[in-house]
Nanobody, 122 residues
């Protein structure tokens, strides 16, 4: 079992930045690839970014590429999402998730956090 707790969400103006954190506890964190997903009102949950267990491989959705950066600190059992140049369309609940697979498919992530709200005002 892996428990995930997100933090760092909030209200920010367009063009601003936020850094989300996801703290893990339970099973060995370093063995899991981690992903960030988001869900806006009335929309399906969508992939944002993922990072391999070692941190050596990352993937991003086209909509956030060049603006968001995913990273992890296995010593602290924490994964981060640095979000720059935020846009109103980035407004959503952001979730971190853990998987043993190399995947961007939400259905293949086994453990999920409770989510943190990000609101970007225009």
């Amino acid at each position: 079992q892996v428990q995930l707790v997100e933090s760092g969400g909030g209200l920010v103006q367009a063009g601003g930045s936020l850094r989300l954190s996801c703290a893990a506890s339970g099973r060995t964190f370093s063995g899991y690839a981690m992903g960030w997903f988001r869900q806006a009102p009335g929309k399906e949950r969508e992939f944002v970014a993922r990072i391999s267990w070692s941190g050596g491989s990352t993937n991003y959705a086209d909509s956030v590429k060049g603006r968001f950066t995913i990273s992890r600190d296995n010593a602290k059992s924490t994964v981060y999402l640095q979000m720059n140049s935020l846009k109103p369309e980035d407004t959503a609940v952001y979730y971190c998730a853990a998987t043993l697979k190399v995947t961007m498919n939400a259905h293949e992530y086994r453990y999920w956090g409770q989510g943190t709200q990000v609101t970007v005002s225009s």
